[in-house]
């Protein structure tokens, strides 16, 4: 019962960045929540969890798409695996901090993926399509998605923090606190 409920809310926020995200006005187009969502699976459940997401989000969103086929899946795996190594080797503690910082890098390597691939599907079929990808709307677009990403993984982490003891830290605190503050 408690996997079909997390593949009913997995699809719920697919279905709503598609239809819904996707027709926001201008700004507010940019949202990711299925990145910020498959981060917020890979710090709470580990890198295998997130990564059977990611193939489900992959496969998805590859079906929406007009690139070529298994772009989105590739790219995502690239940016879990990346965001994994630095969960587990850079950001140790469990501050807000280092989950903004994990969901930039994870954010920046998928649309880094994402346009190298594009380049180079775009240069070995001869299209002239890859000259057009890098403009400054892209980089202005790159930028709103960042900041709603932070936005949303800060609200979402008081939250989790509020409600779960696994964003809880880990630092080891002394049983008599009056004594550290006596000595000094």
Known sequence: MFNFLKIIIFLLLFIIQISFISA????FFNINIIIVG????????????????ALVAGILFDM??????????????????VANLALAKFFTNRSVYSYILLTTISLTLFELVRLCLVFLFNFFTKNIFYQKIISLNYFISFGYKIIFSVIIIFGSFYFMNYYSRKMKSFFLMPKNEKNIYKKI
């Open 64 to 81: 929406h798409s007009f690139y070529f086929y298994g772009l989105n899946t590739i790219s995502l795996f690239v940016a879990l695996i």
């Open 38 to 53: 498959l981060v917020i699976i890979l710090i709470l459940s580990g890198l295998e969890n997130s990564l059977l997401w």
């Open 24 to 27: 926001l006005p201008a700004p």
